[in-house]
T-cell receptor, first 113, second 115 residues
Framework: AQSVTQPDIHITVSEGASLELRCNYS??????LFWYVQSPGQGLQLLLK??????LVQGIKGFEAEFKRSQSSFNLRKPSVHWSDAAEYFC???????????FGTGTSLTVIP | GAGVSQTPSNKVTEKGKYVELRCDPI?????LYWYRQSLGQGPEFLIY????????DSGLPNDRFFAVRPEGSVSTLKIQRTERGDSAVYLC?????????????FGPGTRLTVL
């Protein structure tokens, strides 16, 4: 069965510091990979997605993610965090040829001044 | 155009009651999804519509849950005989074509509280 693991429940970083949020997946073949952000009272917003090709994917708000097949990982990064980045971040996978998304449990990001 | 909208934003009900949650997808999107997000968890798939038909309802937890999309646009998630364990945020998403490779756009959710 497909599964998505986000090992960090909560991360705190200082504003201006770099950020890396981890995501590992378990699936028989390379799935579609997504990162979403959820701010309080807001819907999930897509940050970026990986389907194929270049393993380094650029997204909105200065985020990027790198797909590493050998590690079954799709970690999200940002070189310099802004206070407005404080939110819940979800990694999701979609099975190729399937209909469903599988979400991780999320990582809550706190940004301190 | 407008994004995905969901009504009501909050719903409080008593155990055993019936509730309906509504989702208005982005115009032109053929695919519609319902998810349930419990506290501290990621969204959990419930059901997927392609047009008017439920293409995949494997995520519905039991027969108290039912969803319809009669005209291929608005969808209603219906929960009978609500239980306290049904308390969660119910999310709706739509996409242009459907399938796991198509970007899903999410609504703000309906927070259901069963007392």
């Amino acid at each position: 069965a497909q599964s998505v693991t986000q090992p960090d429940i909560h991360i705190t970083v200082s504003e201006g510091a770099s950020l890396e949020l981890r995501c590992n997946y378990s699936y028989g073949a390379t799935p579609y990979l997504f990162w979403y952000v959820q701010s309080p009272g807001q819907g999930l917003q897509l940050l970026l997605k990986y389907f194929s090709g270049d393993t380094l994917v650029q997204g909105i708000k200065g985020f990027e993610a790198e797909f590493k097949r050998s590690q079954s990982s799709f970690n999200l990064r940002k070189p310099s965090v802004h206070w407005s980045d404080a939110a819940e971040y979800f990694c999701a996978v979609g099975a190729r040829g399937g209909n469903q998304f599988y979400f991780g449990t999320g990582t809550s990001l706190t940004v301190i001044p | 155009g407008a994004g995905v909208s969901q009504t009501p934003s909050n719903k409080v009900t008593e155990k055993g009651k019936y509730v309906e949650l509504r989702c208005d997808p982005i115009s032109g999107h053929t695919a519609l999804y319902w998810y349930r997000q419990s506290l501290g968890q990621g969204p959990e798939f419930l059901i997927y519509f392609q047009g008017t038909g439920a293409a995949d309802d494997s995520g519905l937890p039991n027969d108290r849950f039912f969803a319809v999309r009669p005209e291929g646009s608005v969808s209603t998630l219906k929960i009978q005989r609500t239980e306290r364990g049904d308390s969660a945020v119910y999310l709706c998403a739509s996409s242009f074509r459907g399938g796991a490779g198509d970007t899903q756009y999410f609504g703000p959710g309906t927070r259901l509280t069963v007392l």
